[in-house]
């Protein structure tokens, strides 16, 4: 079986393009090429999230809420995303709520989340999120 190159994979954020034509041009790219909108950052980051790229995430997560560091639950496997919404706000703040979903030892998970965004110095920022039901 032949294992597609990385670049040439399906993006996991579900676009149904290439992972280098889509999240992966946010990930490898050079600073200047940045998310255009807060849908298009927090797609990046659930792909980020499934390619366990930490750097990329703590780049991307606001300096007021950013944790020093993150781990990555071993053996969790993302299963999708789905994209429920996105509210863009006049004042450089915007919100998507998402669900993905994620398996581990077996059990099937759902993360239901509206999470929230900032636009500063050209960059959107993923600043936090509320969770829904469990």
Not at 51 to 62: F, G, K, R, S, V
Not at 117 to 130: K, L, Q, S
């Amino acid at each position: 079986m032949t294992v597609p190159a990385p670049d040439s994979r399906p993006c996991p954020c579900g676009s149904a393009q290439v992972l280098a034509a889509c999240c992966g041009r946010y990930h490898a790219g050079p600073l200047h090429l940045q998310a255009p909108d807060a849908e298009a950052l927090m797609r990046s980051r659930y792909s980020a999230f499934v390619l366990e790229d930490a750097d990329y995430l703590l780049q991307t997560w606001h300096p007021r809420t950013r944790p020093a560091q993150l781990d990555f639950e071993p053996g969790l496997r993302w299963l999708g995303l789905q994209v429920r919404r996105h509210l863009p706000g006049p004042d450089g703040r915007a919100e998507v709520e998402f669900v993905a979903r994620s398996k581990l030892g077996g059990r099937a998970h759902r993360l239901h989340e509206t999470s929230r965004f900032v636009h500063e110095g050209g960059r959107w920022f993923y600043v936090d999120g509320t969770l829904h039901g469990a």
